[in-house]
């Protein structure tokens, strides 16, 4: 009784920071003028700039919310880690190397035409993400120890890395500084059609990670058990390896690399609710993944000195919880 009502008080406050994140920025506005916006009676100043700059903010900060901490949710139980993340294990790496290919290579190639496309983007991310996945997986069945995975995470982020820098030291100078801030990671900037994209994908990937949610709950107890309840364990890591990819691609394509926030959503909800009920827990973290971003979004507007890149706050707010899962799991994580 006390979660759903916990969760019923969070779902009203994710309502208001979203509402929160169309008032507030550089010009504030009153919830009236949000409501004058809707119904049509607002001047054409204010029009603009809730439908054209904070009401797709706010939808970019929802479907991050939603793609990240999902993503770091299955992977956690793919690999029964609590440091299991996109970022950690060197995905998001990989998928902003796919990025930094198509900016820096199509720039040299005079391809620069097809840097709009937001489709180019997507698949540039989402094979950088899956080639990641496929290379910790493959990892991951001959070596058992976590922190083996998490120290392939760190050679796959160093090699990424390497690669970026070769390409930046042959790019032009403009190219460059466009992919170091997009690397700051931010909510800003999408188009409408942009958007349409960035909500295609990560309704296909939530749409495969729902079927993976009884597999994941059977798998809790082994292979072996798993197998006797009819379940198909390479169909249901091959979901989750796809689910992944496309979650962590279209948000690391769209918004740069965040880190922190697909590591620290799932424990924290793990560790309120205590829970093996995956479908539980999934909606829990659909759920504070997106107050979180868009509460981390309303921050990035509040900032006196201008906005602050989105990566910074997830940093600050996930390097502790980090630190304390270390420190939880000491004997575990070997």
């Known amino acids: 009784m006390k979660e759903k009502m916990l969760f019923y008080v969070i779902s009203f406050l994710t309502l208001l920071l979203f509402v929160g994140s169309l008032s507030v920025g550089k010009v504030d506005i009153p919830f009236v003028g949000i409501l004058h916006v809707f119904t049509g009676s607002s001047d054409e100043m204010t029009n603009n700039l809730i439908f054209n700059f904070r009401?797709?903010?706010?939808?970019?900060?929802?479907?991050?919310?939603?793609?990240l901490p999902i993503a770091g949710f299955l992977m956690q139980e793919l690999?029964?880690?609590p440091l299991a993340d996109p970022s950690v294990l060197g995905i998001t790496s990989m998928a902003s190397l796919g990025v930094g290919s198509v900016i820096f290579l199509f720039s040299i190639l005079g391809l620069d035409v097809f840097l709009n496309n937001p489709w180019v983007m997507i698949l540039a991310s989402f094979i950088g993400s899956l080639i990641a996945l496929i290379l910790i997986i493959s990892f991951a069945t001959r070596v058992k120890s976590s922190s083996s995975l998490i120290i392939l995470?760190?050679?796959?982020?160093?090699?990424?890395?390497?690669?970026i820098g070769i390409m930046q030291y042959f790019s032009p100078s403009d190219k460059i500084k466009s992919f170091l801030v997009w690397g700051f990671?931010?909510?800003?900037?999408?188009?409408?059609?942009?958007?349409f994209v960035f909500i295609l994908c990560i309704s296909i990937g939530i749409i495969f990670s729902l079927f993976t949610l009884r597999g994941i709950t059977a798998l809790l107890l082994g292979d072996r058990y798993a197998q006797s309840l009819g379940i198909n364990i390479k169909k249901i890591?091959?979901?989750?390896?796809?689910?992944?990819?496309?979650?962590?691609?279209?948000a690391t394509a769209f918004t740069g690399p965040?880190?922190?926030?697909?590591?620290?959503?799932?424990?924290?909800?793990r560790t309120v609710l205590k829970t093996g009920d995956m479908r539980l827990l999934f909606?829990?973290?659909f759920l504070t993944g997106i107050a979180s971003m868009l509460f981390f979004s309303i921050l990035t507007e509040i900032f006196p000195f201008g906005t602050l890149p989105i990566n910074i706050i997830t940093s600050l707010f996930g390097a502790p919880i980090v630190i304390s899962i270390l420190l939880k799991n000491s004997n575990e994580i070997r």
């Open 55 to 67: 009401l797709p903010k706010a939808l970019t900060a929802l479907l991050v919310g939603i793609a």
């Open 79 to 81: 690999f029964k880690n």
């Open 153 to 163: 995470g760190f050679m796959i982020s160093g090699l990424s890395g390497a690669l």
């Open 185 to 195: 990671g931010s909510l800003s900037g999408l188009s409408w059609e942009q958007l």
């Open 237 to 250: 890591r091959l979901l989750i390896l796809i689910s992944t990819a496309l979650l962590t691609a279209s």
């Open 258 to 269: 965040i880190g922190f926030i697909g590591l620290t959503i799932p424990h924290i909800c």
């Open 283 to 285: 909606r829990w973290i």
